[in-house]
Each structure stands twice: as C-alpha cells, then as structure tokens.
C-alpha cells in the first residue's frame, strides 16, 4: 500500500478505534461532560485535512476528535484531555468539546454553534495581514448555516479576500431535528455561497479521495489568489447527536441508518484499495494493529496520568 493511501486509511482507522473506545468509557464513567463522536464522518476531517499544510491552521465544532487526531495530535494527549488529567491537551481543563494543540495549527474545538466561523476570518485577516500563505479550514456542522455568524462570516471572508476554506459538515441533522425542517434550500446548502460572490462546491463527504481532492483545489485557490470557499460535505453520522443523546429511532429509521452504513468509508475504502490491487487483507490488518496499540497505550497513558489538584485547578482562570 502507497504512504498516501496508507495515511488516508490510518487516520480514519485511529479515528474510529479510537472514539469506540471512548464510547466505552464514556460509560464506565472515566470520561465525563458533552462528547459528540464523529463515527461515520471520518472521511471528511481525514480528507480536508490531509490537503493541508503543516503551518495552515484548522477550527472546528464541537466534534472535534476525528479532526485532532487527523492533524497529528498525540493520541495520549487527547485522550488524557478526555478523562480531564493534567497531561491533556489543554491540561484536561478544556474537555472533549475543547481540544487545542497549538504546535499543530489546531486552534480548537468550539462548542457555540457558528461562533468559531468568525474566529476562522480572524485567523485569515491576521495570516493577509502579515503576509503569510498559509490557509485556514473551518470546519461545522449543516445546523451552524441557518445562524447569523455563518452570513456575517462568509460576507467579510469574501469581501476582504481571506485565504479561509469553510468546510461545512452536512451529516443531515442537527441534533434530532433534519436539515429539511430548519433549513430554505436543504438541497442547494453549498449555494449560499453565491450570495457573497464566494466559489463553493459539494463533495461526496463518504469518499474520503473525492474529499481530498476537492479540498485542495480550495486550498490551492486560497493560497495563490487569497480567496475563500465553500465546500459541502455530504456526510451521516452514524451515531447519536452526543453520549447524552444516544437515540437513533426517534428522528430517524433504523432503515434509513443502515443504508447510509453502506457508505461507511471504514468499508468502502478498503474495499476499493483491495479491489484495485493497491492493499492486501494483510497491509489492512497490519494498520488495524497498529491503531488498536496506538489507542491501548492512549488509554493506558490517560488511566496513568494524575488528576488535577485544586491549586491547578484554579491556575489559567481569568477573574
Ligand atoms: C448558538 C448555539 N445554539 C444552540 C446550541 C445547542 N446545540 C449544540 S449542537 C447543536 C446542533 C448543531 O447541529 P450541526 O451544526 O448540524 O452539527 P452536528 O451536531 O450535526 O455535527 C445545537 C443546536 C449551541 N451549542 N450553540
């Protein structure tokens, strides 16, 4: 298997392994607060984000692990984050919906709908401003469309020629309610770009090559003429809205559920790698390995790591 189709399926692959193993101790009650696993959207954070750069910079919503680990995040330190221990990310005061790691250009998780938009054309002003060539990639759900912040942000991203790719997550729901019900125009969401004279584009958010390739030709545009895009990424999470929030049956069917499994990129992809002759049930297994003791040695490291004291606690609070 090629290092680039190997990343690509390394990545979705920690992902999921990863976030099935906080799912469980979610449960058990190691991690605690909002956590919103991204199980069926892998492809995109995977994708997007492997059209980057080292030195661009990336935001993202709430559901913000898949997009961590994407962008090289320690996977220790994510999940230490996660239990809330002192080695996490952000010394375990940010939590799951918080992620940070700066040395990575991953400038957070955010958890009020939309607000991190404005927070992208800031970082996008400030790379025009000193002249860099570096983009950012914003990263949010169908529901932060409706809401202001998405129309004041795009408007100044295009109006003052930002390097920002806003990619826009429509995994078809926000919480239990469907896209349909809140949103004008369900089937024409990356269109709204038109309105700010911005280039957007859709993309099968299921594919994460198709993602990639659709992401850089954004990134390209940013770097080399400073302008910002739109992209929509069709997308279905497979699981609930949040650990708070597990319910599948009330706003969807299990049958709807279980055809959108089909296009689980955990399956397709390496299905068409094997299909092409460019993996081996062998290389496949190999990466599973590899992931399952990258994630063994995360969770062993947050078990490990100490707790906060009071006095930590009380540092980094602004009074
Ligand atoms: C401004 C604001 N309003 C409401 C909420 C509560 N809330 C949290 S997640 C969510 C749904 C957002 O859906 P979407 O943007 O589609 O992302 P998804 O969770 O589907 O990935 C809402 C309404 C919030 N966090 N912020």
New binding site residues.
């Given amino acids: 298997m090629t290092d680039d189709l190997t990343l690509l399926y390394r990545t979705m692959l920690l992902i999921r392994r990863f976030e099935e193993r906080v799912a469980e101790l979610y449960t058990l009650g190691k991690i605690g607060g909002f956590c ?1 696993l991204y199980n069926g ?1 892998e492809a995109v954070a995977t994708g997007a984000i492997t059209a980057l750069r080292p030195d661009d910079y990336v935001l993202v ?3 913000d692990h898949g997009h961590a680990l994407a962008r090289g995040a320690d996977p220790k330190r994510v999940m230490a984050e996660l239990f809330g221990k002192s080695t996490g990310l952000c010394r375990g005061k940010g939590g799951s919906m918080h992620l940070f790691d700066v040395a990575h250009g991953f400038l957070g998780g955010y ?5 991190h938009l404005a927070l992208a054309v800031g970082v996008g002003l400030a790379i025009k401003y000193r002249g860099g060539d570096q983009v950012v990639t914003c990263f ?6 409706n ?1 202001g912040m998405f129309h004041e942000s795009l408007n100044l991203a295009a109006l003052w020629k930002l390097p920002v790719v806003f990619v826009c ?3 078809q ?3 239990g309610t469907p ?1 349909a019900v809140a949103m004008s125009l369900p089937d024409r969401l990356h269109e709204k770009a038109e309105a700010y004279g911005m280039a957007h584009d859709v993309v099968d958010g299921m594919d994460v090559l198709a993602v990639r390739d659709r992401v850089a030709d954004a990134v390209r545009r940013a770097r080399a003429e400073q302008t910002s895009t739109l992209i929509e990424a069709k997308t279905y ?1 497979f699981v609930g ?1 949040s650990m708070r929030d597990p319910a599948h049956g009330v706003y969807r069917t299990r049958e709807e559920l279980e055809a959108h499994r089909t296009q689980d990129p955990l399956k397709t992809f390496p299905r068409l790698l094997k299909d092409k002759g460019l993996a081996t049930d062998e290389d496949l297994a190999r990466v599973d390995r590899d992931v399952r003791a990258i994630v063994d040695e995360a969770v062993a490291f947050a078990e490990a790591s100490p707790t906060l004291s009071s006095a930590e606690i009380e540092e980094d609070v602004y009074a």
């Fill in positions: 919103h959207q919503y709430y559901r958890a009020i709908v939309g607000e949010f759900g169908d529901g932060a469309v809401g997550e429509n995994n729901f926000g919480m896209i999470r809205h």
